[in-house]
Nanobody
Framework: EVQLVESGGGLVQAGGSLTLSCVGF????????IGWFRQAPGKEREGVACISKSEAGTYYGGSVKGRFNISSDNARKILYLQMKNLKPEDTAVYYC??????????????WGKGTLVNVSS
């Protein structure tokens, strides 16, 4: 069992930056894939960034490449998402996700409750 608690969301102007954090609870956190998904109002959830523990490495969604960076502190069990040059279309609830398996995929079983990022134009 893995529990995830996100923080760091808020209101930011377009062009600004935010860093999201996710603290993982459970002995298996970090051994498997970990990442971030988001869901904007009226839209489906989409993958933002994910760290796979297989040869697949790190994944970024096309709309965030070059602007977002995912990193982890495995010793402290914290996952980060650094977001730069934010755009209004980045407005969404951001969810931390994890799995005991090695690969990132949409059906990863463990989800946090989410943190809201609101980017104003």
């Amino acid at each position: 069992e893995v529990q995830l608690v996100e923080s760091g969301g808020g209101l930011v102007q377009a062009g600004g930056s935010l860093t999201l954090s996710c603290v993982g609870f459970g002995s298996t956190f970090g051994r498997g894939a970990i990442g971030w998904f988001r869901q904007a109002p009226g839209k489906e959830r989409e993958g933002v960034a994910c760290i796979s523990k297989s040869e697949a490495g790190t994944y970024y969604g096309g709309s965030v490449k070059g602007r977002f960076n995912i990193s982890s502190d495995n010793a402290r069990k914290i996952l980060y998402l650094q977001m730069k040059n934010l755009k209004p279309e980045d407005t969404a609830v951001y969810y931390c996700v994890a799995d005991t398996g090695l690969r990132c995929y949409p059906g990863m079983p463990f989800w946090g409750k989410g943190t809201l990022v609101n980017v104003s134009s």
